[in-house]
């Protein structure tokens, strides 16, 4: 009787919430959480949001003063092992003469597998029913927020550190985002410099079976380099979703940028289909560096694939299909050379040994994709001393083990 009176007090939480969030903006969802959470035994509820660079978490209050509230670090805290880890932690505070004093969970809040954040939800007692309370909560939180951040002006000023270029701005918002799983796989991207973004660009979409796949490296690193990889990231898309093959996308692409600028501007890209359900991955390769594919802990090799010119180039081309079969638990990496050539203060380049050497250790360590890829972001600035000099972007791939549920079960 006590789990059915425990449902339906959950039930009641999450139905309240839904059906008083549809006109809310986001800045009013911290109010809509503090008046339903209660009913199902959680209270003291705070909203926390990672930033673009996943360092930090900021909380959302709906008020000015929550804007500028207390940032919380995502590498050195508790509700950072939350954000990543995609488990709760709990905390109990102690109370005068060393009774415990109050418990809070630190909840991860996660749209698909794409982390938002982290809620904190404080309890009177820590158990089972408790923490899928919790869960519930925080479950139907992140759907909110991923629904109202695109119309929010608040979200993209909570979560971004610094001032972001023209080109980041158009970018970012034409991009998917960067953590998407199913039950067969498991993409995850990163980008930087996350708010100069010169000429790199990522996509990637699901139709049926067929995951399609793709990465960007325009000239430059100005506006106009921004233009041609959003021309080149547009027409893939329009491409693609007209039936077109890879050969006819990349050719589509070639023209448009080379129309658009005369022949003063490349971009550099591979697409890529992989079939989820054989795992044959078929691609093209425009004078990109070609993908990568780590197996069983170590890397495999560079799939080679006679590589076409640039899109754009005044040059005629006859870019070519490639294809292999992929074998479960592979892990695809595609990558611009932004990555590879960071280079030191003493000229010592972060190198395609060191940057795979990485993977695979995080993985082994028993972290996931979208964790990993973080930590390599930080690793890499770490090297060239916090600044890009070039675009950076890696898309990983990871097909054939039990995709997103290793990360949310």
């Known amino acids: 009787m006590a ?6 007090r959950v039930g009641a939480m999450l139905a309240g919430l839904l059906s008083t969030a549809h006109l809310c903006p986001l800045d009013e969802l911290p109010a809509l959480i503090a008046r339903h959470a209660p009913s199902a035994g959680l209270h003291d509820v705070v909203l926390y949001l990672a930033d673009l660079r996943q360092e930090v978490l900021r909380p959302l209050t709906g008020t000015e003063i929550g804007l500028l509230g207390k940032r919380v670090n995502i590498d050195a805290t508790l509700a950072g092992r939350a954000y990543r880890t995609y488990g709760i932690v709990a905390v109990t505070e102690n109370g005068e003469g060393g009774e415990q004093g109050p418990r809070r969970l630190w909840v991860p809040l996660v749209d698909g597998v794409e982390r938002l954040g982290v809620l904190r939800v ?3 007692v820590d158990d089972a029913a408790t923490r899928e309370a919790a869960r519930a909560l925080a479950d139907l939180v992140a759907l909110l927020v991923a629904s109202k951040r695109p119309h929010s002006d608040t979200y993209a000023g909570l979560v971004r550190s610094r001032p972001m270029s023209v080109s980041a701005e158009v970018q970012w918002t034409l991009m998917p985002p960067s953590t998407f799983a199913n039950d ?6 990163a980008l930087e410099p996350a708010y100069h973004i010169g000429g790199d ?4 979409a699901l139709a049926g079976d067929l995951l399609r796949l793709a990465i960007f490296d325009a000239t430059g690193h100005d506006l106009a380099s921004g233009l041609a990889a959003t021309i080149a990231m547009g027409c893939n898309r329009n491409q693609r979703r007209q039936g077109r093959g890879l050969v006819e996308t990349s050719e589509a692409i070639d023209a448009e940028v080379g129309e658009q600028f005369g022949g003063t501007r490349s971009v550099t890209g591979l697409l890529a289909d992989l079939d989820l359900r054989t795992g044959v991955l078929t691609w093209v390769n425009r004078g990109h560096h ?3 594919v780590i197996r069983g802990g170590r890397w495999v090799a560079e799939l080679s694939c006679p590589p076409a010119l640039p899109m754009g180039m005044p040059l005629p081309s006859d870019p070519e299909a490639c294809q292999t079969q992929l074998e479960p638990g592979d892990r695809l990496v595609l990558y611009t050379d932004g990555i590879i050539e960071a280079r030191s203060s003493r000229g010592d380049f972060f190198g395609l040994h060191r940057f795979i050497d990485f993977i695979i250790r995080r993985m082994a360590d028993g972290l996931s994709t979208p964790e990993t890829l973080r930590r390599l972001v930080e690793t890499v600035l ?3 001393d916090g600044r890009l000099e070039d675009d950076a972007t890696v898309l990983l791939v990871e097909w054939g083990t039990k995709g997103g549920r290793d990360l949310l079960f």
């Open 122 to 124: 404080g309890v009177e």
């Open 382 to 384: 770490r090297h060239q």
């Open 290 to 292: 070609p993908p990568l």
């Open 3 to 8: 789990t059915e009176r425990t449902s339906e």
């Open 184 to 189: 067969d796989v498991v993409v995850s991207a």
């Open 201 to 204: 660009a990522f996509d990637y």
